[in-house]
């Protein structure tokens, strides 16, 4: 897939670019779609819990399929769609017995192939098996963290973990972060890599198009006045005046780190991501 320019419209537009791929924009099934309410970022009380987020266009929340815990039953692909929710494209499967179902795309799954999960699943794009059955090297999308919860890990667009090694009960994973992680080998995982990879490439070219993402202006600490954020105050342009950049409730940020020191799952990681 290949980044797109827009041609047309204003000089507003002049640097818009969109991926080009062949996904359909297509209703979702009324079995598989949920309402997604907005929250505007707001908790119970009305109070905004988390900043930048508003407005959004109004959309439907895909169920997709990320167990995929019909094991030894085989699926046929019969569209590759848009989904408004995530980067990346998902599948419409839809099985021998008659049961329908949305899933991830990864690179090169294509309108009419076959795609199964289960122990004894080739090894084939787009076929979902436990980490044990799967060979070092492979890249890995859609990993279970803990067997049966679904999976939670390597989701985004272009996104996918190699497996490193494999020590039972453990397989070593390194995430597309750079961080090697042990997950147990009972764990489902799915064959290639997501679709979409030039995803991060696309440049918006205007303001609105992230307002119907739903993302709200990010103000700077600077521009703001001493009352709401601690680099704010000074005449014209200024610094922030401390040695250290603060967040906006006087926290410490450079450097410092979030994670927790007796986090539990401390003993799963066997290298840190990269700075």
């Known amino acids: 897939m290949a980044i797109k320019r827009v041609v047309g419209g204003g000089s507003y537009q002049r640097f818009m670019t969109k991926v080009a791929d062949v996904a359909t924009k297509k209703k979702p099934l009324k079995t598989l779609k949920k309402i997604l309410l907005k929250t505007g970022g707001r908790d119970s009380s009305g109070k905004i819990s988390t900043r ?8 439907f929340l895909r ?24 980067s990346s494209l998902i599948a419409q499967l839809n099985y021998i017995d008659g049961e329908k179902r949305y899933i ?3 690179q090169g799954l294509e309108v ?16 979902s098996m436990p980490l044990k059955n799967i060979p070092v090297g492979t890249a890995l999308h859609n990993i279970e963290m803990m067997p049966g919860k679904g999976g939670q890990l390597a989701r985004s667009a272009g996104g996918s973990a ?59 600490g600077v521009a703001m ?26 926290k410490l940020t450079l450097g410092k780190k ?6 539990a799952s401390n003993q799963m990681v066997v290298e840190r991501r990269k700075r």
């Open 104 to 106: 991830l795309v990864p």
């Open 52 to 59: 930048h987020i508003g407005g959004r266009h109004k959309r």
């Open 112 to 127: 009419g192939d076959r795609v199964v999960s289960g122990e004894k699943a080739e090894i084939k794009v787009g076929n």
């Open 162 to 220: 190699i497996l490193m090694a494999k020590e039972a009960p453990y397989a070593h994973l390194k995430l597309p972060s750079g961080e090697v992680r042990k997950v147990l080998t009972n764990c489902m995982a799915t064959v290639g890599t997501l679709s979409r990879s030039d995803w991060k490439n696309v440049t918006f070219g205007k303001a609105g198009r992230k307002r119907r993402m739903g993302i709200r202006p990010t103000v700077r």
């Open 258 to 263: 979030t994670r927790k020191k007796n986090k």
């Open 63 to 86: 169920v997709i399929d990320f167990k995929r815990d019909k094991f030894g039953i085989p699926a046929k692909v019969v569209s590759i769609e848009y989904d408004p929710n995530r």
């Open 225 to 250: 006045s001493p009352r709401d954020h601690p680099h704010g105050g000074g005449e014209g342009r200024s610094g922030i005046g401390m040695p250290s950049p603060k967040s906006p409730w006087g």
